[in-house]
């Protein structure tokens, strides 16, 4: 296989898996030599990767790399940030090393049900109310939170971006969870709570890259370079 | 400061939170020089904390070192396990960087509630029946994934730790979440169907560095040296 080829499934509209982030990154480094293949929602991915050669991968977001599958969002930005670092680096500057790190976990830990709550969720002794008040209240207060600790470090920063040194992965992989979790309401930014994180989410959307990236939503499943350009 | 303080909360019997991953990653490694700070639990932790001398972060884990704050439980671990490499390396070998760091990202994602589920959960309008079938039921179906993603790893590896150069940060990043998940019957690892997962966790279970770790859910909210020595 010649080509990094990235695995992405997104629903027009609604959602873009992770691999969103992989996507917007090799934009943004300005990679012409990659392949994505969208697979179809709602039916199983594992089976419709193995048509691809995927063998031990059964999850999105799934990068083949010289005979390699990579898996996770986070992992996958890092090998590619290293893979075309030559063209810009992705990766702030040395001294950013463990912030950079720190924020790749936080775009997870940022979306993640809180651990505590989801044994109250799943041993569903609980009344509608209970649920409400036991486990979707709470979340509400992490997600209220979590935003709240964007919102504090743009305050401190000043800066356009997460790092100080400019664009970087850390706004590829925290930019796909304030998108998709705003869009769905979850991590309201229109509140007025939060000016900077909203000018920032809609920075983020404003950029080439991130606009690019979200075209792949309207393309049937099939293998694309690109600029969504079908390898047929 | 002196030595790397680490900020933790656990309830006996019940759930340590993800700094438990990094105690256990630094008895592992026999480091001697470190605090572990015992909050107490279901109160707010960034205010006792604060009283320790933290102050950005409001959230476990936390490490100072350095005059600096690191969370994400994952970073903390690299952070540590490359500040004592001379001890014992805990990274695998340079072959493995990649796997690493996928079980690192894994140990996440494998008890993060599916994306896409989320809204439904949150977004209030369904009946008891309904969350059961539309969120429960295919949470239950994850979990049961993920636990069979680990039990196919051993399948062909054959091994005794997750690398095949031995136990690693790998395994006490994903250690945590099986048995934290196992113990809470979310990710039940005794229904025969992971036979070899099983036998992992019972081993991961009888290390040293594990029953030390365990140790601190029994102490009282305070500062303490290696063994739960009370620095007073």
Known sequence: MSYPRLFHVAVPGVVHSRSFRCIWLLEEMDVEDFEICMLEPGKPYAAQMRQY????????????????????????????????????????????????????????????????????LMQLGKSLSEIRSHVVEPMEHVFRDNVARFESHFEERGSDYLLRSGFSVADTMCGWSLH?????????????????????????????????AEKYAEVSPGLYRRGCVSVS
Chains 1, 2 share one sequence.
């Open 180 to 212: 998709t979790f705003h869009t769905w309401g979850l991590m309201d930014l229109d509140t007025g709570a939060s000016p900077l994180t909203l000018a920032y989410l809609e920075r983020l959307r404003s950029r080439n890259g991130f606009q690019r």
């Open 53 to 120: 050669g995927v063998t031990q991968s059964r999850k999105i977001p799934t990068l083949q790399i010289d005979n390699l599958e990579v898996r996770e969002s986070g992992v996958i930005s890092q090998v590619l940030a290293e893979r075309y670092a030559s063209s810009r680096s992705m990766f702030g500057i040395d001294s950013e090393r463990i912030e950079v790190l720190e924020w790749i976990a936080m775009a997870e830990t940022c979306i993640t049900f809180r651990i505590p709550l989801i044994p109250s």
